[in-house]
Each structure stands twice: as structure tokens, then as C-alpha cells.
């Protein structure tokens, strides 16, 4: 699992690609409370583009960011979920909670 992040006008965008699976959730998880901590961001998007793979691992990690910043005021979301972790949040009805944006690649 790769994680990268960005902070941009108290946004917190989190990157992560690989496999989100049960062993890779709990550092994932890990990783994101020190950035929440650090950044203290009003918005933390969960950008999924570079996932190869998630299960409900991930929608746990999903709702535990989304309870987090709901207790601090902030707002969580998802973008643009590889094809293998939409099919996963569907299954879960997890975007009834949670805001799920999917942006159009841009053209060059």
C-alpha cells in the first residue's frame, strides 16, 4: 500500500494505491490519524484512483475518517474510486453516508 497526501486550503487529500485489504488497513489507518493531526483539515477526501483492490476493510477505513472529522465539524468524501472499490462501496451502501465524487479525466 503507497499513501501520499497533499494540504491545500484546509483540505487534506489522501493518495492510496496499491491493495487495501485486513493488513494493510490498520497502517493506512495509522497514517491518515497523523495527518488528520498534524493538518487538523476541514475536509479529508479519500482520493481511491490507484486502488487494485479493497475490501470491507477499506469501507471501515472509509467510515472511521468520516466519523472523525463529523465530530470536529469537518466533512470526509471519497474520489474517484478505482472500478474494483466502486463496486465494493455499492455493495456496502456506504455512499448514503459518505459523498462519492467522480471527476472526468482531463484531456491533454
Known amino acids: ?3 501520499y497526501s497533499t494540504y491545500v486550503n484546509t483540505k487534506l487529500t489522501v493518495y492510496l494505491s496499491g491493495e487495501l485489504d485486513h493488513h494493510a488497513a490498520r497502517g493506512t489507518m495509522d497514517k491518515i490519524d497523523r495527518l488528520m493531526d498534524e493538518y487538523l483539515p476541514r475536509d479529508c477526501v479519500l482520493n481511491l484512483a490507484g486502488l487494485t483492490f479493497m475490501d470491507s476493510s477499506g469501507i471501515a477505513l472509509i467510515l ?5 472529522l463529523k465530530e470536529t465539524g469537518g466533512r470526509a468524501s471519497v474520489e474517484n474510486p478505482s472500478q474494483q472499490a466502486q463496486r465494493v462501496i455499492d455493495a456496502s451502501g456506504i455512499y448514503r453516508l459518505i459523498n462519492i465524487v467522480t471527476t472526468a479525466a482531463k484531456e491533454v
Do not use: G
Not at 472511521?64 to 472523525?68: D, M, S, T
Open 1 to 3: 500500500m503507497k499513501i
Open 64 to 68: 472511521r475518517v468520516f466519523k472523525r
